[in-house]
C-alpha cells in the first residue's frame, strides 16, 4: 500500500518555539495532502486541506498565522506550529490522497507535540 | 446537522463472531467516497475500506465489508470472524468534492472496538 511518512513523530519544546511537521508522500504523487489534530479519545479534527502549488484552505475556527502550512512539492507538505503554547500540545497527523474523491487518504503516523 | 454519525461509542464482540459498525452520512454531493479506518492505540491510521457513491455493488475487503444503503444515506462496516488485533478505534469518513477543487473530509466520533477472548 501507499506509504506516507511523517517526521517527527515526537516532538517536546519549549513555549515559544516555532515547530516543523513534514508529511512526505513515498511512492505516489500526493495532488492534496490533508491535516488533521487529535485530542486524546476524541476524532480527527481536520485542520487545512492543501493542493500543491496553492495556498491551504483552512477550517473554521483554524488560525491561518498559527498553523502555516506549506504543499510545495507533489510529495511534500510541512505544518508550521508558530510560537507554540502549552494549548497547542496534541497530536497532529498528515495524510496523503490522490485526486480524486474515491481515493483513499493514507495517513503519516502521527507527530505528538508536547509543548512545555 | 453532523456529516458522519456513529452511535455506537463502544462495542464489545467475542473473538471469532461477526460484528457490525454503524455509520451514517448526510450529504448532498452526489459523487463522494466513504471510508473506514482503524485506529489502533499506537495511533496509526488504517485505511480498511472503501465506497464509492457511484458503486453498485457493497466493497469487500478480506473479513471487512461494508454494507453500503445510499437511500438511508448508511455505509456500515462489517467485520467477520473478529480476531484479537481487531480492538481498536473505528472511525467512518466522507470525501466530498467542494466546487473550486477544494475537497473535504469529515471524521465521525469513532467507535471504540472490544475483542474478548
Known amino acids: 500500500g501507499a506509504v506516507v511518512s511523517q517526521h517527527p513523530s515526537w516532538v517536546i519544546c519549549k513555549s515559544g518555539t516555532s515547530v516543523k511537521i513534514e508529511c512526505r508522500s513515498l511512492d505516489f504523487q500526493a495532488t492534496t495532502m490533508f491535516w488533521y489534530r487529535q485530542f486524546p479519545k476524541q476524532s480527527l479534527m481536520l485542520m487545512a486541506t492543501s493542493n500543491e502549488g496553492s495556498k491551504a484552505t483552512y477550517e473554521q475556527g483554524v488560525e491561518k498565522d498559527k498553523f502555516l502550512i506549506n504543499h510545495a512539492s507533489l510529495t511534500l507538505s510541512t505544518l508550521t506550529v508558530t510560537s507554540a503554547h502549552p494549548e497547542d500540545s496534541s497530536f497532529y497527523i498528515c495524510?496523503?490522497?490522490?485526486?480524486?474523491?474515491?481515493?483513499?487518504?493514507?495517513f503519516g503516523d502521527g507527530t505528538r507535540l508536547s509543548i512545555l | 446537522a453532523q456529516k458522519i454519525t456513529q452511535t455506537q461509542p463502544g462495542m464489545f464482540v467475542q473473538e471469532k463472531e461477526a460484528v457490525t459498525l454503524d455509520c451514517t452520512y448526510d450529504t448532498s454531493d452526489q459523487s463522494y467516497g466513504l471510508f473506514w479506518y482503524k485506529q489502533p492505540s499506537s495511533g496509526e491510521m488504517i485505511f480498511l475500506i472503501y465506497?464509492?457513491?457511484?458503486?453498485?455493488q457493497n466493497a469487500t475487503e478480506g473479513r471487512y465489508s461494508l454494507n453500503f444503503q445510499k437511500a438511508r444515506k448508511s455505509a456500515n462496516l462489517v467485520i467477520s470472524a473478529s480476531q484479537l488485533g481487531d480492538s481498536a478505534m473505528y472511525f467512518c469518513?466522507?470525501?466530498?468534492?467542494?466546487?473550486?477543487?477544494?475537497?473535504?473530509?469529515?471524521f465521525g466520533i469513532g467507535t471504540k472496538l472490544q475483542v474478548i477472548p
Open positions: 469518513a466522507m470525501r466530498e468534492g467542494i466546487s473550486g477543487g477544494y475537497q473535504k473530509v469529515t
Open positions: 495524510s496523503a490522497s490522490r485526486a480524486s474523491s474515491n481515493q483513499p487518504q493514507h
Open positions: 465506497q464509492g457513491s457511484y458503486d453498485e
